[in-house]
């Protein structure tokens, strides 16, 4: 703390020394023209005309007569450059009382240096917020993970690939609406604070609403709430909003999450697979610059037709279990300990086939991957419709991409009876605390939907995927974090 303290006053010093020259700083507003990569990549337009420039200073080199600064704005650095002619004594001066990370105004001219570098000679300058903090050490970055996710400013000023992944993240939000908004699709909003929670199997958090005497639920998925709108007759919508799981953290994993939800009357899954290919290889193409990604060492090509495999081929091709045997319990059991994984005896028919898709099958989902055809008591076909002909098969599929599940979509059950049913098995085996029967959204359905496809997909786990991030809070701008005891330090 006395480094902090010993930075602050000196800091603070030179901030009244600056006053007393009498010329102008922290003003209320600045307005610049143009940004770093602009300049940079317009330069044979803009080079010798004047330009306004603002951000925080992250390089200086001060010499005699002229010096040379590195700005840091959202699009990138540029170089500045401070000549005594040109400022005047004073001016000159009110640079050389700067600091590193001060946020700083400046307006002069566009050049090229002799090195070839893209410079702006400075003219005029304020100085408008006083770093009194340190910055990290530039040349090493911010590489302390605790601090960069609790002071993800400091990660943002210090790290180029961070702000990439969150300008990255914002044109993945940016483009995934454009593109259904383009194919009819309304962005609507539903409750984060539910009365009931339902649309997954997850533990829900939960407060107390006062004012209604009543305990109140964060939502773990939208879906319930949107596919009443399908029954209202909103044919196409979407939502894109945080949910809430009070679950564990992993790699793939945050208890605070970006989901996506999407539902189309009249359409089934397969017309949904269709639509989430093309829109992810397109969404992609347009923010990443390229249907081929690197992630996790992999060249992943989001390019369509994606490979579409049913379970039952998955299953025999990656845990060696036949068609024949792929609703046998005891072939799936036997499959699991072939595989070296501990499996208890006694699991329904989905319950085993979970085990097998999460042990063995997933981790080599490399490439993007459909995975269709549940059963129906596989975890999480509660809202799924059955197969016609296949009756103890759901009409369901998950999206895998460089081994990592990024969407669940089904043909959505709109039988209000078989919901029902389904719904009251679910309640008294789930082990979720306050597990309910949603008997509104029952009621719903008894006023008819019509066939729906529907679609959920994690926004973090994509932008994973199409930045190469290793972890989920890489991805997230504030992820939560166990308290610390200096937390105010």
Excluded: C
């Excluded at 010096?67 to 699009?75: I, K, T, Y």
Aim: aromatic share 8%; no cysteine; net charge negative.
């Amino acid at each position: 703390m006395t480094e902090h303290s010993d930075t602050r006053r000196l800091r603070e010093q030179k901030l009244d020394e600056l006053a007393t020259l009498g010329l102008p700083h922290s003003p209320n507003r600045f307005g610049p023209t143009r940004h770093a990569a602009e300049i940079r990549k317009h330069f044979d337009a803009l080079a010798g005309s004047r330009v306004r420039v603002a951000g925080r200073l992250m390089r200086i080199r001060k010499m005699g007569k002229a010096s040379f600064a590195h700005m840091l704005d959202v699009s990138g650095e540029i170089q500045l450059y401070f000549k005594l002619d040109a400022l005047g004594p004073e001016r000159y001066q009110y640079f050389k009382l700067l600091d590193l990370g001060d946020v700083i105004g400046a307006e002069g001219t566009v050049f090229r240096t002799a090195t070839g570098e893209v410079t702006v000679q400075v003219e005029e300058l304020v100085l408008l917020a006083k770093a009194f903090q340190a910055l990290p050490e530039k040349w090493h970055g911010l590489t302390d993970v605790e601090t960069r996710y609790r002071r993800r400013y400091l990660d943002l000023i210090s790290n180029d690939e961070t702000r990439r992944i969150f300008l990255l993240r914002t044109g993945v939000l940016r483009e995934t609406r454009r593109f259904l908004d383009e194919r009819g699709f309304l962005e609507v909003e539903t409750p984060i604070l539910q009365p009931m929670y339902g649309g997954a199997a997850a533990n829900p958090f939960h407060t107390r609403y006062e004012t209604l005497d009543q305990t109140v639920f964060l939502r773990i998925a939208s879906e319930l709430y949107l596919k009443r709108l399908i029954v209202g007759g909103m044919e196409r919508v979407y939502e894109i909003g945080k949910d809430f799981r009070n679950e564990g953290f992993s790699r793939k994993h945050s208890p605070e999450f970006t989901m996506l939800e999407l539902y189309q009357a009249y359409a089934d899954y397969r017309d949904i697979m269709a639509l989430f290919e093309t829109m992810i290889s397109t969404v992609a193409a347009e923010v990443a610059g390229s249907q081929r990604v690197e992630f996790d060492g992999f060249d992943i090509d989001l390019t369509p037709p994606w490979r579409r495999l049913s379970m039952r081929e998955a299953l025999a091709e990656y845990a060696g279990v036949d068609a024949a045997a792929s609703r046998d319990p005891d072939a799936l059991l036997d499959a699991l300990r072939r595989h070296g994984h501990v499996a208890p005896g006694g699991g329904s028919v989905g319950i085993l086939t979970e085990e097998l898709v999460s042990s063995v099958i997933e981790p080599k989902l490399i490439q993007p991957t459909i995975l269709y055809d549940f059963p129906v008591d596989f975890p999480g076909s509660l809202l799924a419709k059955r197969k016609a002909d296949e009756p103890d098969v759901a009409e369901r599929f998950e999206v895998y991409i460089g081994a990592i599940e990024i969407a669940n979509a089904f043909t959505e059950l709109n039988d209000p009876e078989d919901q029902l049913q389904r719904m009251k098995v679910s309640a008294t085996q789930s082990g979720v605390e306050h597990a309910e029967i949603d008997w509104d959204y029952i009621h719903a359905l008894e006023h008819g939907m019509p066939p729906t496809g529907g679609l959920g997909f994690g926004v973090d786990r994509l932008v994973m995927v199409l930045a190469g991030a290793h972890h989920i809070r890489e991805t997230i701008l504030f992820p939560l974090l166990r308290e610390r005891e200096d937390a105010h330090a």
